[in-house]
């Protein structure tokens, strides 16, 4: 007897290129990552107007090509509703779930506005400004007992679980340091002063924007280990570089210390590109494990010797290759949310609050300890 899916249905709240790409994975046939327990709907979206919400659905519906054609064929988008409003989201009876995927300066305001109004949240990166308001959204969560994440969703992809297992399966021994970068410039001299990356009143920048995708591969690696006892890693320096024209931050850098155990560096760059072979190297006291660029979806996991000046173990150079399923890698994390809510979970334990906690720490701290316009920003919460 074949058990039906469980189907999560959603509202998109934003109609850019992140709520694009994440709508369009929610199209692709489950089957074609081996999952049948969990299924996706898209239910509403909501933008500034009704006919701007229509495009979109008009646009992820109208695709041909595989694998984004499979939903429309297979009743995905069935009754989806164009809102000219993201309160009529919100409140839409046929919505579980939904996905903030507006610029990181609204996240607060929307993700709490859904949550008051009795809805499921998964959250774009960064969750908030700041510890304030993401403390509130939590609060409000727990009030109303509704299922709220960062849409951290590099951390479901194949290649993370397996950087973690290779870790505690001790082969390496332990983690001593790692560097995480995510640098890629943006040709930030090309772009407009409206531009998201630009314009402090989006609160561009490096560190915001890009921030994440380090601090995820920082907590996989050190906080995730068998051997961490420190629940709450500090960061014990920073350094940002501005960006005169606006004020905003070029690059940042901080390093993270877990006690007893190591520390890492995470550099965001938006005027530089990174060493395409090394986005992620983790030391290890018999061999360093090293992730190829990007940072969000690296597909080459590395084993490689130390030199021959402190020689471990590991004595030879190996290569494990990984792609994520048809689609973006965005399905991942929309089934984990599904697959939570159907269980009667409040959080993820792949992205539990606390964590996401964590790491939204460190961007204060780098923000408030760096010479940028927005150090001394304060976010939306109580408001």
């Not at 993401?134 to 992809?157: G, P, Q, S, Y």
């Not at 597909?299 to 399923?325: A, D, M, N």
């Not at 009667?344 to 964590?358: C, F, Q, T």
């Amino acid at each position: 007897m074949t058990t039906k899916p469980f189907t999560l249905r959603w509202g998109i709240i934003g109609t850019g290129g992140i709520s694009t790409r994440f709508s369009k994975d929610l199209l692709v046939d489950p089957s074609t990552r081996g999952v049948y327990d969990v299924a996706h709907k898209i239910a509403a979206v909501g933008s500034r107007s009704v006919a701007s919400a229509q495009k979109f659905l008009d646009t992820i519906a109208a695709s041909d090509i595989a694998p984004f054609n499979w939903g429309p064929a297979h009743g995905v988008l069935d009754g989806a509703k164009a809102h000219g409003s993201y309160e009529e989201v919100y409140n839409d009876p046929n919505v579980d779930a939904v996905y903030v995927g507006t610029p990181h300066v609204y996240h607060h305001a929307n993700a709490k506005a859904a949550l008051l109004a009795g809805k499921n949240v998964l959250c774009e990166k960064p969750f908030t400004l700041d510890v304030a308001e993401l403390d509130e959204l939590i609060a409000i969560a727990k009030e109303k007992n509704l299922f709220l994440m960062e849409a951290v969703w590099t951390r479901f992809h194949p290649i993370a679980f397996a950087v973690q297992d290779v870790l505690k399966s001790g082969k390496l021994g332990k983690p001593v340091r790692m560097s995480a970068d995510f640098s890629m410039n943006f040709e930030p001299d090309t772009r407009p002063d409206s531009n998201r990356m630009i314009d402090p009143k989006l609160a561009g920048g490096s560190l915001l924007d890009q921030g994440p995708y380090p601090a995820l591969w920082a907590m996989l690696a050190f906080h995730h280990h068998p051997d961490n006892k420190d629940a709450d890693p500090k960061v014990v320096a920073s350094y940002q570089r501005i960006y005169e024209r606006s004020g905003v931050d070029a690059a940042s850098h901080w390093i993270v210390e877990w006690k007893g155990l190591g520390q890492a560096h995470c550099v965001t760059d938006m005027a530089a590109s990174g060493y395409n072979d090394a986005s992620v190297v983790i030391t290890c006291r018999q061999g360093d494990l090293v992730l190829n660029f990007p940072p969000w979806k690296p597909t080459k996991l590395s084993i490689v010797p130390h030199g021959i000046y402190e020689p471990g173990t590991i004595q030879e150079r190996s290569v494990q290759e990984f792609t994520v399923h048809p689609g973006d890698g965005m399905h991942y994390e929309a089934d984990e949310v599904a697959r939570c809510i159907s269980k009667g979970l409040k959080e993820s334990p792949r992205v539990p609050l606390a964590e996401s906690r964590i790491t939204q720490g460190w961007l204060d701290a780098v923000r408030r300890a760096g010479g940028s316009v927005l150090k001394d920003t304060v976010g939306t919460a109580g408001k």
